[in-house]
């Protein structure tokens, strides 16, 4: 068995969202790319990439500056996706491309720093309808005409076993009640129990009730994937 068969063969038993993510790391490496992501393409303006992200391995320190310097506002390639369904490749020039000159230099450092200087985006539709991308980025030379082909058979397959993860979760997801998601909304903006307690006029250990009811139902071991997990499944925003 060929690497390419062998890595069909990863995907077709793929159950899980950590066991995709592992795919999509190796997935990356095997065309000598360092990191990989998948995110929604915002309908509207919007001016943070960490909020569009749902599954990647870019650096936290990569997505944080990126959204202090608000990069995405201006982003050409953003633009260029939602005007394309067409892979669009990108490098260090495409990015400075129609940008304010104050954004040129802090993007050149913040993209060389982390040696993510060209890559790729395989536009694709997400399973609740809206437009997404998968993305490449690292260090190497332009893809040629075949690895473009292979790879982009690679997302078309891997992209469909996320969207039939998403789709199993929010099934599962249903059986969450409206207080739940009170509480996971007002998690999701940094409240703690005890604060949440007070916004809702209830105690801290009904508060821990629905949060561990929550947590239980969204199959999440802690607070920071459950309220990651209800923004992904777009339960709460």
């Not at 789709?167 to 009640?177: A, F, H, L, P, V």
């Amino acid at each position: 068995m060929n690497s390419q068969d062998t890595l069909f063969e990863r995907l077709r038993s793929v159950q899980t969202e950590q066991e995709l993510a592992r795919f999509f790391a190796d997935l990356a490496r095997a065309f000598r790319f360092i990191c990989y992501g998948i995110l929604d393409i915002p309908a509207a303006s919007n001016d943070r990439l960490g909020n569009q992200i749902v599954l990647t391995n870019l650096p936290a320190e990569f997505v944080s500056d990126y959204d202090a310097l608000k990069l995405l506002r201006n982003s050409p390639t953003l633009a260029a996706l939602k005007r394309s369904t067409a892979p669009i490749t990108w490098d260090l020039e495409m990015l400075y491309r129609e940008r304010p000159k104050q954004e040129v230099e802090p993007l050149k450092e913040l993209y060389e720093r982390h040696r993510l200087v060209m890559g790729v985006y395989f536009p694709v539709h997400g399973p609740n309808g809206r437009r997404a991308a998968v993305v490449f980025a690292g260090d190497r030379e332009q893809l040629v005409h075949t690895e473009m082909g292979e790879l982009g058979l690679y997302v078309l397959h891997a992209y469909d076993a996320y969207s039939n993860l998403v789709n199993r979760e929010k099934s599962q997801s249903k059986g969450i009640t409206a207080r739940e998601l009170e509480v996971l909304h007002w998690a999701a903006h940094g409240k703690t129990s005890t604060e949440i307690a007070a916004i809702l006029s209830l105690s801290d250990h009904t508060i821990n009730a629905y949060m561990n009811s929550a947590m239980r139902k969204l199959d999440c071991v802690n607070r920071t994937q459950m309220v990651a997990k209800a923004l992904r499944l777009h339960l709460i925003s």
